[in-house]
């Protein structure tokens, strides 16, 4: 069966620090993977979604971008934080076209 | 801008009713849709995928959907406590998922 995996659980960065999330999938191949960002109450916004390694689109002008250096693996980035990065970050895959989405656990991110 | 739209609530219902869930999207070229739960703090887990004009039913849950008029509804019969969360719409279009913003449902003992 598939799995997703995505770590930390929860991270508490000062404003101008890096930031690296990562999202593996496992028991698939060639997923599509998204990174979505969560505001406390609001629904899920998306930052970028990839349809194949190194194929990157992004949703949002912003401080991050992702790569994806492997089939299953989608990394989020940030070279200098925000307060507005603060929020629930979900990487989330798809097998094919028109098949639902399967979410990680989430990062929760705080930027103090 | 493709939209996807649902009351916020919340909406409540007593241990056992039926809650009734409702979604409009913007897009008429969206191919399917699904319905997710979120516990707070929780990620999403999917609940129902329709593609199809008409009911699915799953469980207690049911998914309708109406192309035509653009709308999609989640009914949850025998609804329980545990059933009380924030439930998401999403339409999919070209490798792409529209969420609404959700509506959260609580289920009174």
């Known amino acids: 069966s598939q799995t997703i995996h995505q770590w930390p659980a929860t991270l508490v960065q000062p404003v101008g620090s890096p930031l690296s999330l990562e999202c593996t999938v496992e028991g698939t191949s060639n997923p599509n993977l998204y990174w979505y960002r969560q505001a406390a109450g609001r629904g899920l916004q998306l930052l970028f979604y990839s349809v194949g390694i190194g194929q990157i689109s992004s949703e949002v002008p912003q401080n991050l971008s992702a790569s994806r250096p492997q089939d299953r693996q989608f990394i989020l980035s940030s070279k200098k934080l925000l307060l507005s990065d603060s929020g629930f970050y979900l990487c989330?895959?798809?097998?094919?076209?028109?098949?639902?989405?399967?979410f990680g656990d989430g990062t929760r991110l705080s930027i103090l | 801008q493709k939209e996807v739209e649902q009351n916020s609530g919340p909406l409540s219902v007593p241990e056992g009713a039926i809650a009734s869930l409702n979604c409009t999207y913007s897009?008429?070229?969206?191919?399917?849709f699904f319905w997710y739960r979120q516990y707070s703090g929780k990620s999403p887990e999917l609940i129902m995928s329709?593609?199809?004009?008409g009911d699915k039913e799953d469980g207690r849950f049911t998914a309708q959907l109406n192309k035509a008029s653009q709308y999609v509804s989640l009914l949850i019969r025998d609804s329980q406590p545990s059933d009380s969360a924030t439930y998401l719409c999403?339409?999919?279009?070209?490798?792409?998922?529209?969420f609404g913003s959700g509506t959260k449902l609580n289920v009174k003992p």
């Open positions: 989330a895959w798809t097998a094919d076209n028109n098949q639902p989405q399967h």
């Open positions: 999403a339409a999919y279009n070209f490798n792409k998922f529209y």
């Open positions: 897009d008429r070229g969206s191919q399917s």
């Open positions: 329709i593609y199809s004009n």
